[in-house]
């Protein structure tokens, strides 16, 4: 080869640095660039870099934390193995358009659609449930790719339209007054997320970002009084709440993940995708009310986290604290100058497509050893609406005890998906007890998911 080449060569060696284009690593292609032969690779080569960089020069694209870039080529979705709904939409007939559309787009803090896919690039898909594939790095996201967002809410929130809008109702009045039988539930919960107006979520804040997040969710927290009065703790060896300055101890942190109370250090795949483990454990921690029944978890998933929780079956008294607690803590939030992220078409805005809307997660711990067993439990739960995990989480072992919820978020308001919970948790008792004393219960599935109309009426003989 001439002179010419060399210096080429030598030009494409320096500017392809290791892990910046995540197609070069899946292609194992030599980060010496010595697979480039000719001159014409070589100019391809360099020009796709000067390209990369007057792009990320020009959009500010974020580069905390560490970024991945797919070179604006669309990652290779062929594998059977993507099925996630983002995986879906690219493969589909106006995959490739959107790409191009939205490769080079990028939000006002920095991030882009490179970073959005990376949990559905890196994690092909789910065995038992339908994974989204994709998340938000902040609120613009979903008007700034709205092309590949909009159908992949569409594709988990049962076609949910782009024009679409989102219905509240916090009433504690309109929960059925459902009698949930003696001796099978554990304990209920009721959870939302939410995020903070004009800041990163999660996956892409910096340090900086994210310690914001706590000093104004500590302010908000210690206003609160009477019953949803409490205390915050950081995580052990958090050196960012200066009236705890280490943290709690690492024995105290253990007890209220026992106590299923706190969050776990990320160490799954998605969240490891989406840099969720960053600075751990700085700027990390729960808010307890003293009775720690009302919980607040701050930057975990999303800024917050908001929990009301009590043993037994006492939903209307859950759920009656939950919607005081969230209402309370976001006026706090308000007064400070802080809202939250919220739109008419999507509701609360969370970094998961799947918690948009109520960002409501409401559960009942139960006890089914029989049901529980049966091959087809899981689609049992599906024809209610419901969705079924594992008591220590969606992948953990058979124990006969499950948490059942709404698997619904967006679309329908708080009060109708803890009505869905209710009709659902009663009804699939009512098998469980039906199992116990020897009786079929084929007759007594339903052939197909119930409509909402239809859970109404079940609702009403359950009364």
């Known amino acids: 080869m001439g002179g010419a080449v060399s210096v080429e060569l030598q030009l494409a060696s320096k500017c392809r640095p290791p892990a910046l284009f995540e197609q070069d690593l899946r292609k194992n292609l030599p980060l010496d660039a010595s ?3 000719d001159v014409a690779q070589a100019q391809k080569e360099v020009s796709r870099l000067r390209r990369l960089g007057k792009w990320m020069h020009e959009r500010r694209v974020r580069l905390n934390p560490p970024h991945c870039f797919y070179g604006f080529e669309m990652p290779d979705f062929s594998d059977p193995g993507y099925t996630s709904c983002m995986a879906e939409v690219f493969k589909g007939p106006n995959g490739q358009k959107i790409w191009d559309d939205l490769c080079e787009q990028v939000t006002s803090n920095g991030v882009t659609l490179d970073k959005c896919i990376r949990t559905g690039v890196e994690n092909k898909g789910h065995p038992t449930i339908k994974t989204v594939g994709m998340s938000a790095g902040d609120e613009e996201c979903y008007t700034v790719f709205a092309d590949i967002f909009d159908p ?3 594709l988990r929130h049962g076609g949910y339209s782009k024009d679409a809008k989102h219905t509240t109702d916090m009433n504690v009045d309109n929960i059925m007054d459902i009698k949930i039988t003696d001796g099978y539930v554990i304990s209920t919960r009721v959870r939302t997320g939410r995020n903070i107006q004009g800041l990163p979520f999660p996956p892409s804040c910096n340090y900086k ?3 914001k997040v706590e000093q104004i969710a500590t302010k908000a927290f210690l ?10 703790y950081p995580l052990a060896g958090s050196n960012t709440y200066a009236a705890k300055p280490n943290g709690i101890t690492h024995e105290e942190e253990e007890q209220l993940r026992k106590d299923h109370f706190l969050f776990q250090e990320p160490d799954s795949t ?5 840099h969720m483990e960053r600075d751990w454990p700085h700027a990390r921690g729960i808010f307890c009310n003293e009775a720690k029944s009302f919980l607040a978890w701050v930057n975990e998933e999303d800024c917050l986290r908001l929990i009301s929780m009590e043993m037994g079956s006492d939903i209307k008294n859950v759920f009656a604290r939950f919607a005081r607690g969230t209402n309370v803590v976001e006026e706090t939030f308000k007064a400070a100058g802080y809202g939250f992220c919220h739109s008419e078409h999507l509701g609360y805005i969370l970094t998961c497509p799947s918690n948009l809307g109520t960002g409501i997660r409401a559960s009942m711990m139960v006890k089914l050893p029989n049901v529980g067993k049966l091959e087809n439990f899981r689609d049992i739960c599906d024809k209610y609406r419901l969705q079924a995990r594992g008591s220590a989480g969606v992948d953990s072992g058979f124990t006969g005890v499950f948490d059942l919820s709404n698997s619904e978020r967006l679309g329908k308001s708080e009060t109708e998906l803890v009505n869905i919970m209710l009709v659902g948790v009663q009804s699939i008792i009512n098998l469980e007890k039906k199992l116990e004393a020897g009786e079929d219960i084929s007759g007594d599935i339903p052939a197909n998911i119930l409509s909402m109309e239809e859970i109404v009426e079940l609702g009403k003989k359950l009364l």
């Open 152 to 154: 992949v809410i569409a």
């Open 223 to 232: 206003s609160l009084d009477g019953e949803l009065k409490g205390d915050y």
């Open 209 to 211: 970002e994210r310690l």
């Open 270 to 274: 998605l969240l490891l995708a989406g």
């Open 35 to 37: 697979d480039i032969t």
